[in-house]
C-alpha cells in the first residue's frame, strides 16, 4: 500500500517468517548459553483465577532478567564475521538492550544501544555493565528505534530489531518449547505483548506441539494495540501510549509479528496498571517472584479475570524482573492498597505529637501495623485550631482495616477525615 500499512492479505504467510524447526535451531544454538527457567505452580493465583493449574515460566530469573538474551543471541551468533567486525547497533526500552549487550559479550562483538529516556537507570547500568555503548535518545521508543536506524546507516553497524525479526522470533520461541515439554498437558499459554516477538516465538513452538492449545496475549490499557490490528486486519499504530509497563510500551506490531501473530495468536486482551501493581504485589508476596510490570501482565490478567481459564491448566510466562528497587516498592503499595491490604487515611489530630502514642497503641491493638505517620501540609479545608496528619496502615484485608480505621476515629481528639480503603478488591470506595 501506499502509506506503508500492512494488511492481512499483504501480510507474509507466518511460515514464510519462523518455523517450528527454526526454533529448533535456536534451542541448539542457546544450549549452554541460556538458563532453563523453572515452571513453578503458584496456587494461590489458581484459586484466584479458577484454573486447574497455574504455572509460572520465571524468565525474570534468565540472564540478564528477561527473556530477551535468548533472540538476541541467536540472531547475533547467525551474523558472518565481516558483519561481526563493525558491530550491531540496536534499540531498546530496556530489556533488550541487556540481551544484545551480553551477546555481543560472549560473541566479541561491539554493541550500541539507542534507548528512549523513559528506561530506568537499572537498565541503562546493566546494559553499560555488559560493556555496550548507551545512547540515549527520544522520548519515547519509536524516536530510539529512528535514530538507531539512523546510527546503522551512516556507521556501517548491522541492526539487531527487538522483535521484528525472524531469528529474534526463533530465539524467543524457545520459552515455548521448554514449557510445551514440561507442561505438555497446558491449556492457555498467557505471554505479554510489546511489539509481539515473544508471543510470535511461543506460539509458533506451542502450535507446533498442540495445535488446540490457546495462546493469549496480554497488553496495558495504554498500550493496547494488538487486538484493534487484529480486528482490523492490518496494522494499527496508536499515536500515544501511557502505561507504566515500560517494557511493553510499543505502538505497534510490525510486518513479520503482526503475520505470526494473526495466524498463531488466539485472543489478546488489556489490563490496566492498577492490575499490573496488583499482579507484581502477588507475584512478590505468594510466588517470591520479583517481576518488573511487562513481566507481570499475563498474572494481571488471571487475577482480574481479563482471561477465562476456569478449570483450565494454564502457563504464564513472567518475561522479566529488571526493576528499580524504589519503582517496585512503589508497585508493590499501590497494589496492596487495591487488593484492600492497605489504605492510606488523612486525619485531624487536637495534639502533635501527644496523640501519637494514642494512635500507635490503637492500631496495635486492632492488629493492625502503622507503616507510616507524618504531619501533613495544612490546606484551606483543614481546621486552623487541629493538626493534618496522614497515615498509612496495613493489615489482613478491607474488613480489618475498615475496623482499624474506626477504632481511630472512635479516638477523642481524632477525626478520620478520609481515606483511600478498597472495600472490595478491585473497587474503590468513596472517601469517609
Given at each position: 500500500?501506499?502509506?506503508?500499512?500492512?494488511?492481512?492479505?499483504?501480510?507474509?504467510?507466518?511460515?514464510?517468517?519462523?518455523?517450528?524447526?527454526?526454533?529448533?535451531?535456536?534451542?541448539?544454538?542457546?544450549?549452554?548459553?541460556?538458563?532453563?527457567?523453572?515452571?513453578?505452580?503458584?496456587?494461590?493465583?489458581?484459586?484466584?483465577?479458577?484454573?486447574?493449574?497455574?504455572?509460572?515460566?520465571?524468565?525474570?530469573?534468565?540472564?540478564?532478567?528477561?527473556?530477551?538474551?535468548?533472540?538476541?543471541?541467536?540472531?547475533?551468533?547467525?551474523?558472518?564475521?565481516?558483519?561481526?567486525?563493525?558491530?550491531?547497533?540496536?534499540?531498546?526500552?530496556?530489556?533488550?538492550?541487556?540481551?544484545?549487550?551480553?551477546?555481543?559479550?560472549?560473541?566479541?562483538?561491539?554493541?550500541?544501544?539507542?534507548?528512549?529516556?523513559?528506561?530506568?537507570?537499572?537498565?541503562?547500568?546493566?546494559?553499560?555493565?555488559?560493556?555496550?555503548?548507551?545512547?540515549?535518545?527520544?522520548?519515547?521508543?519509536?524516536?530510539?528505534?529512528?535514530?538507531?536506524?539512523?546510527?546503522?546507516?551512516?556507521?556501517?553497524?548491522?541492526?539487531?530489531?527487538?522483535?521484528?525479526?525472524?531469528?529474534?522470533?526463533?530465539?524467543?520461541?524457545?520459552?515455548?518449547?521448554?514449557?510445551?515439554?514440561?507442561?505438555?498437558?497446558?491449556?492457555?499459554?498467557?505471554?505479554?505483548?510489546?511489539?509481539?516477538?515473544?508471543?510470535?516465538?511461543?506460539?509458533?513452538?506451542?502450535?507446533?506441539?498442540?495445535?488446540?492449545?490457546?495462546?493469549?496475549?496480554?497488553?496495558?490499557?495504554?498500550?493496547?494495540?494488538?487486538?484493534?490490528?487484529?480486528?482490523?486486519?492490518?496494522?494499527?499504530?496508536?499515536?500515544?501510549?501511557?502505561?507504566?509497563?515500560?517494557?511493553?510500551?510499543?505502538?505497534?506490531?510490525?510486518?513479520?509479528?503482526?503475520?505470526?501473530?494473526?495466524?498463531?495468536?488466539?485472543?489478546?486482551?488489556?489490563?490496566?496498571?492498577?492490575?499490573?501493581?496488583?499482579?507484581?504485589?502477588?507475584?512478590?508476596?505468594?510466588?517470591?517472584?520479583?517481576?518488573?510490570?511487562?513481566?507481570?501482565?499475563?498474572?494481571?490478567?488471571?487475577?482480574?479475570?481479563?482471561?477465562?481459564?476456569?478449570?483450565?491448566?494454564?502457563?504464564?510466562?513472567?518475561?522479566?524482573?529488571?526493576?528499580?528497587?524504589?519503582?517496585?516498592?512503589?508497585?508493590?503499595?499501590?497494589?496492596?492498597?487495591?487488593?484492600?491490604?492497605?489504605?492510606?487515611?488523612?486525619?485531624?489530630?487536637?495534639?502533635?505529637?501527644?496523640?501519637?502514642?494514642?494512635?500507635?497503641?490503637?492500631?496495635?491493638?486492632?492488629?493492625?501495623?502503622?507503616?507510616?505517620?507524618?504531619?501533613a501540609a495544612r490546606t484551606a479545608a483543614d481546621a486552623p485550631n487541629r493538626v493534618p496528619v496522614e497515615v498509612r496502615l496495613a493489615g489482613s484485608g478491607p474488613d480489618h482495616l475498615a475496623d482499624a480505621l474506626d477504632s481511630l476515629a472512635a479516638l477523642d481528639g481524632v477525626e478520620v477525615v478520609s481515606h483511600s480503603l478498597n472495600r472490595r478488591v478491585g473497587e474503590s470506595t468513596e472517601s469517609a
Amino acid at each position: 500500500m501506499s502509506d506503508g500499512r500492512v494488511t492481512g492479505e499483504s501480510a507474509p504467510p507466518a511460515s514464510d517468517v519462523v518455523t517450528a524447526d527454526d526454533v529448533a535451531d535456536a534451542h541448539e544454538r542457546l544450549d549452554g548459553v541460556v538458563h532453563r527457567t523453572p515452571l513453578d505452580s503458584s496456587r494461590t493465583i489458581a484459586d484466584r483465577c479458577g484454573a486447574e493449574r497455574v504455572d509460572l515460566k520465571l524468565e525474570n530469573v534468565q540472564r540478564t532478567g528477561s527473556f530477551k538474551i535468548r533472540g538476541a543471541y541467536n540472531a547475533m551468533a547467525r551474523l558472518p564475521e565481516s558483519v561481526r567486525e563493525r558491530g550491531v547497533v540496536a534499540s531498546s526500552a530496556g530489556n533488550h538492550a541487556q540481551g544484545v549487550a551480553l551477546a555481543g559479550d560472549l560473541l566479541g562483538i561491539d554493541t550500541t544501544i539507542v534507548v528512549p529516556e523513559i528506561t530506568p537507570a537499572v537498565k541503562i547500568d546493566a546494559t553499560r555493565g555488559y560493556g555496550a555503548d548507551v545512547v540515549v535518545e527520544g522520548d519515547i521508543y519509536e524516536e530510539s528505534y529512528e535514530h538507531a536506524l539512523r546510527l546503522a546507516d551512516e556507521e556501517g553497524l548491522e541492526f539487531v530489531h527487538p522483535f521484528d525479526d525472524a531469528a529474534v522470533i526463533a530465539g524467543q520461541g524457545t520459552v515455548g518449547r521448554e514449557i510445551a515439554a514440561d507442561a505438555p498437558d497446558v491449556d492457555t499459554v498467557l505471554v505479554s505483548i510489546g511489539g509481539g516477538g515473544l508471543i510470535s516465538g511461543i506460539a509458533t513452538a506451542m502450535k507446533a506441539r498442540n495445535p488446540d492449545v490457546r495462546v493469549v496475549g496480554v497488553q496495558p490499557e495504554g498500550a493496547a494495540h494488538a487486538k484493534p490490528s487484529l480486528e482490523a486486519d492490518e496494522i494499527r499504530m496508536l499515536s500515544e501510549v501511557d502505561t507504566v509497563a515500560e517494557g511493553i510500551a510499543d505502538a505497534r506490531l510490525l510486518e513479520r509479528t503482526f503475520a505470526v501473530v494473526r495466524d498463531r495468536v488466539d485472543d489478546v486482551v488489556s489490563v490496566e496498571d492498577t492490575d499490573l501493581a496488583v499482579a507484581t504485589t502477588v507475584l512478590a508476596e505468594r510466588a517470591k517472584a520479583v517481576a518488573e510490570p511487562a513481566g507481570a501482565a499475563p498474572v494481571a490478567a488471571l487475577l482480574s479475570g481479563a482471561v477465562d481459564v476456569e478449570g483450565e491448566r494454564v502457563a504464564a510466562v513472567v518475561s522479566g524482573g529488571n526493576v528499580g528497587l524504589s519503582e517496585h516498592a512503589e508497585l508493590t503499595r499501590v497494589g496492596m492498597q487495591a487488593l484492600g491490604r492497605a489504605v492510606e487515611a488523612r486525619l485531624e489530630l487536637d495534639g502533635w505529637p501527644a496523640a501519637l502514642g494514642d494512635l500507635s497503641e490503637t492500631v496495635a491493638d486492632a492488629g493492625a501495623e502503622l507503616d507510616s505517620v507524618e504531619r501533613a501540609a495544612r490546606t484551606a479545608a483543614d481546621a486552623p485550631n487541629r493538626v493534618p496528619v496522614e497515615v498509612r496502615l496495613a493489615g489482613s484485608g478491607p474488613d480489618h482495616l475498615a475496623d482499624a480505621l474506626d477504632s481511630l476515629a472512635a479516638l477523642d481528639g481524632v477525626e478520620v477525615v478520609s481515606h483511600s480503603l478498597n472495600r472490595r478488591v478491585g473497587e474503590s470506595t468513596e472517601s469517609a
